[in-house]
């Protein structure tokens, strides 16, 4: 087992979790959640549900790099959660609510603060 640090691990389940939302927030978009939140059935939208299957499988990557502390995964992680904020930011201005984009905001946000840190940074050997 490699020497992972905390940090590091904490970081990588973020990702896999996100990576649940995703596919979650996906399923929703396809109409097959309907029983979860506001969001009708009639909220079909292939086009939001072709993003946000995309972005699951992305951060599923994301998690397996970032398990294996690959230096790679840092920069990626940082910019997979500046493209999915701006993805739930579209999603708001174009007549979502906040209840549906609400998890994925505060997660992004949160794995982009903690992906700027400077120990972080170190761990990947980027600083």
């Known amino acids: 087992m490699e020497n992972r640090p905390i940090g590091v691990t904490i970081l990588a389940i973020l990702a896999g979790i996100l990576f ?22 009639r909220t079909f939208n292939l086009w939001y549900a072709l993003l946000y299957g995309l972005l699951a499988y992305i951060w599923f990557w994301v998690a397996r790099m970032l398990w294996e502390v690959d230096p790679q995964g840092w920069m990626f992680v940082a910019f997979l959660s500046v493209m999915n904020l701006s993805f739930d930011f579209i999603i708001l201005i174009t007549g979502g609510s906040w209840y549906d984009v609400n998890a994925s905001v505060i997660l992004n946000a949160l794995v982009l603060i903690y992906v700027m840190l400077p120990g972080t940074k170190e761990a990947f050997g980027t600083d």
Do not use: E, Q, S, Y
């Open 20 to 41: 649940v939302l995703n596919v979650i927030i996906t399923l929703r978009f396809l109409g097959f959640l309907p029983f979860i939140g506001p969001l009708d059935i």
